[in-house]
């Protein structure tokens, strides 16, 4: 089940750049189905299952760039993504890690650090007082 917010990246466009990674279907339709699953998507047997499933994600996601992970599983791996999980990276730095979806995916934690973060950017820089 996808639960990211689209609205969240247009509110922060001008400060941050959106990934989604596209990984492992974590209820597909012909395994651990949810009932309340927004799409009819069967358990990837390849990587072109993958891709046209991660193209429904994008139609859903304007404005968020998409990738998609390995057959292998091994961003999924990388970030202990299963079944959803939350980063921000900045210069090569991770800001924010999210807990583990379900129940540790908050995009109120997100939005607060966004907000924090603009608000940093947009406050007036201290002035800096030079000896004469």
């Known amino acids: 089940a996808f639960s990211f917010k689209p609205h969240l990246a247009s509110t922060f466009l001008d400060i941050a750049d959106f990934l989604l990674v596209y990984i492992e279907e974590a209820h597909p339709s012909d395994g651990w189905a949810s009932s309340d699953a927004a799409y009819d998507i069967p358990k990837h047997q390849c990587l072109q299952d993958r891709l046209r499933a991660a ?19 091994a961003s999924s791996a990388a970030y202990g993504a299963y079944s959803e999980r939350l980063y921000i990276i900045q210069e090569a730095r991770v800001m924010y890690q999210g807990g583990r979806g379900p129940e ?18 947009q406050s007036p820089q201290a002035s800096v007082v030079l000896p004469v």
């Open 55 to 73: 193209r429904l994600l994008q139609e859903g996601a304007p404005g968020c760039l998409l990738a998609v992970d390995t057959m292998d599983n």
């Open 104 to 121: 540790g995916y908050k995009i109120s934690e997100l939005r607060h650090w966004l907000d924090q973060y603009k608000d940093r950017l």
